[in-house]
């Protein structure tokens, strides 16, 4: 997908060496089309033997029976190993005991910061819990009095904190095995409502209509902290230079309570090989290449994407990365989302609708989340359905 696909040329060379017999021909799609493309492709018989999937998009393709459980492969493997890999990671794969997808890279989010305005603000340590993370920002708050300055960055038009931080306080997004929302429940009340009482004491700016930089706003100082991904460091790279170089860092997400560091969401993406394969031996060569640690690093060295294998990490351009520790940190305490190919239709087009009403006081959480439950019952309408005939 994206750029990954003209990057990861430069490194099957090596493969096609190591097995003159199997030649590979990549195909690049961008990330937009993508599922669209991969959906038609199922449909016209038309698919590849391999290819990376969004790990979120794993449910949808195994639901349609197009992709293989992999654990025949699993077991005879030497290199393709689960406690080769990180487990929250490994997790996001596996639906009713099957593995769809071997890790190829991972990503999570966490908090960046600005170090300087944390310790204006008296705090030399990124907050660890829930409770100093609002205590941190309404000392930064106060710090800025008078001014038009935000001291965290939680858009109502990205789902994943919100999640997060559901998370964290032990909610159970969906009851009934998946079937209906479950977001009234008192674990993700408590989390929702958290998260908006920074937009109702103008601690975050409501969304991308006020923040259209985050990097510029993170070098301004009208933000401070922002949960974002190792997607950024790069862009964050280039616009805190100068006297601003040493100034922001990374810390894994603060914990509900005593929990550090606290939970995040799982991502990145896996490799999948599609049922209509006619060489799926060979495919699981090319599988196995992609998870010796070795190429792992060769492929974070060209695409920036963190290695999924735990042993890559002990590189030094890894385990000496001020921004990456952090990463790795987060990266021992995530979890999947709801393994189900209706989530992102249910956080993107329902969830983040509802957030962006609570903050700005159109109706209040317990009616949002009332009302998120009954669209998310809705959109899971089909699933019921097709559970309780299985259970008949």
Known sequence: MGSEAEQISKILPEFEKRYPDIKVKVQQIPW??????????????NTPDICQLGNTWIPQFASLNAIIDLNDFI?????????????????????ENRVYGIP????????FYRKDVFERAGFNLPPKNWNELYTLCKKIKELDKGKEKYPVFIPTNEWNSFIIFGLQAGAELLKEKNTRGNFSSREFKEAFDYLIRFHK????????????????????EYISIYFSGPWNIPEFKKWM?????DKWATAPMPGYKNEYPGLSLAGGSSLVIFKNSNHK????????????????????NVTNNLPAVIDAWKDSSLSNDIYMKA??????????????????????????Q???FAARGVMTTDEALRKLDEDTDRILEKRRWLTFKQSK
């Open 327 to 352: 990463f790795y940190q987060q990266l021992q305490n995530v979890t999947s989302a709801p393994k189900i190919p209706e989530w992102e239709q249910i956080v993107f087009s329902k969830l983040q």
């Open 201 to 220: 004491e103008k601690l975050t700016p409501f969304g991308m209509m006020q923040v259209t930089n985050v990097y510029q706003a993170m070098a301004d």
């Open 104 to 111: 190829w890279y991972v990503d999570t989010r966490l908090m």
């Open 241 to 245: 230079t100068g006297n601003l170089a």
């Open 281 to 300: 031996n060979e495919v699981w060569k090319l599988i196995e290449f992609l998870s010796e640690p070795d190429i792992q690093l060769k492929v974070y």
């Open 32 to 45: 937009t089309a993508a599922q669209e493309k991969l959906i038609t492709a199922f449909a016209s018989d």
């Open 75 to 95: 077991k005879t493997s030497s290199i393709v190993k689960p406690e080769k890999f990180f487990p929250g990671i490994w997790e996001t794969n596996i639906i």
């Open 354 to 356: 509802y957030a962006e």
